[in-house]
């Protein structure tokens, strides 16, 4: 697993070798830099590492004394960089999107579980409980609005089945959800993936939540790709070929939400309980993910 670790003096030296010379100055990074421990060098005062700096990737030595373990946020960046990192970058080819907008979109949507989880279990069980939303009416508008909602449509009660199925399992491994559970036998799952596809597309790709495919990473990023695409369509257009970070941003509004009001800023997408937006959080992951190499 990577290995992640912050600056905690006010200023690190990076160096081309391993001692200290006027010669091997590469550059210096900021306290709360993050780093990515390579190997041990020598009698392991210096440590050969890779950082990101100005956007550029570098790798040289630095002093191991003025670093400390990155925090839980960091560090699950860097497992989910690990991991899926050449099937992102392969998927997204040709795109204006990144790694990096990827994994902030992964963390908005289900880092609260995977967070949890990914020290602990294989990554295809990670997935497998990537599940989650069971907000029901009146605070959810779209289908299905409740229980009776997808009974009503053809497959609905096999659906229901596998949602109420999914909840139960993460319940066994997030207590919210186990009280969620417990409090309610109508209650199920509504989002499904790490990215999580909502239960309202269930109309127009049964199969994909039927036959458990966001238990395959390949098939979430599938669909988190191609919504990608019709969001930036919403939001800018056909023929954008680059995004600065505000527009990604604001992509990604309109991935979660449908549609993008500029003038709102990052005020937009589904809104927490500390009254924190979607965007908001989504700009706060995206400066966290371009950090980690």
Same mark, same amino acid.
């Given at each position: 697993m990577t290995?992640?670790?912050?600056? %905690?003096?006010?200023?690190?030296?990076? &160096?081309s070798s391993p001692q200290i010379e006027q010669s091997? #100055?590469? +550059?210096?990074?900021?306290?709360g830099h993050v780093i990515s421990k390579i190997s041990v060098a020598g009698d392991g005062s210096w440590w050969q590492i890779l950082t990101v700096k100005d956007g550029r990737t570098l790798e040289g030595f630095v002093a191991? &004394?003025?670093?400390?373990?990155?925090?839980?946020?960091? /560090?699950?960046?860097?497992?989910f960089k690990e991991q899926f990192r050449s099937k992102i970058e392969a998927e997204i080819a040709g795109t204006p999107f990144s790694l990096d907008l990827? +994994?902030?979109?992964?963390?908005?949507? +289900?880092?609260y579980i995977w967070g949890k989880l990914y020290t602990k279990l294989s990554v295809d069980d990670v997935l497998k409980l990537c599940v989650g939303d +069971?907000?029901?009416t009146p605070k959810r508008s779209a289908f299905p609005k409740n229980k009776a909602a997808l009974l009503s449509v053809d497959k609905g009660r096999e659906m229901f089945r596998i949602a109420r199925e999914a909840l139960e399992t993460l319940g066994t491994h997030v207590e919210e959800y186990k009280k969620v559970a417990d409090n309610s036998s109508d209650k199920f799952c509504h989002g499904f993936g790490i990215f999580q596809l909502d239960l309202q597309f269930f %109309?127009? $790709?049964?199969?994909?939540?039927? /036959? #458990? &495919?966001?238990?395959?990473? $390949?098939?979430c990023l599938s669909k988190c790709t191609n919504e990608l695409k019709a969001a930036i369509k919403r939001a800018y257009g056909s023929g954008k070929t680059a995004l600065t970070d505000e527009e990604k941003v604001y992509v990604a509004i309109a991935y979660?939400?449908?549609s993008v009001e500029f003038s709102r800023k990052f005020k937009q997408g589904h809104r927490d309980d500390s009254d924190k937006y979607y965007g908001e959080y989504i700009?706060?992951?995206?400066?966290?993910a371009k950090s980690v190499p």
């Amino acid at each position: 697993m990577t290995d992640l670790y912050i600056v %905690k003096a006010t200023e690190l030296n990076v &160096r081309s070798s391993p001692q200290i010379e006027q010669s091997n #100055k590469i +550059t210096s990074i900021p306290e709360g830099h993050v780093i990515s421990k390579i190997s041990v060098a020598g009698d392991g005062s210096w440590w050969q590492i890779l950082t990101v700096k100005d956007g550029r990737t570098l790798e040289g030595f630095v002093a191991s &004394r003025f670093l400390e373990p990155a925090p839980n946020t960091i /560090q699950a960046i860097g497992w989910f960089k690990e991991q899926f990192r050449s099937k992102i970058e392969a998927e997204i080819a040709g795109t204006p999107f990144s790694l990096d907008l990827l +994994t902030a979109i992964a963390l908005q949507e +289900t880092y609260y579980i995977w967070g949890k989880l990914y020290t602990k279990l294989s990554v295809d069980d990670v997935l497998k409980l990537c599940v989650g939303d +069971t907000l029901d009416t009146p605070k959810r508008s779209a289908f299905p609005k409740n229980k009776a909602a997808l009974l009503s449509v053809d497959k609905g009660r096999e659906m229901f089945r596998i949602a109420r199925e999914a909840l139960e399992t993460l319940g066994t491994h997030v207590e919210e959800y186990k009280k969620v559970a417990d409090n309610s036998s109508d209650k199920f799952c509504h989002g499904f993936g790490i990215f999580q596809l909502d239960l309202q597309f269930f %109309k127009e $790709d049964p199969d994909y939540f039927l /036959q #458990k &495919r966001w238990y395959s990473f $390949d098939e979430c990023l599938s669909k988190c790709t191609n919504e990608l695409k019709a969001a930036i369509k919403r939001a800018y257009g056909s023929g954008k070929t680059a995004l600065t970070d505000e527009e990604k941003v604001y992509v990604a509004i309109a991935y979660n939400r449908g549609s993008v009001e500029f003038s709102r800023k990052f005020k937009q997408g589904h809104r927490d309980d500390s009254d924190k937006y979607y965007g908001e959080y989504i700009w706060e992951y995206l400066q966290l993910a371009k950090s980690v190499p």
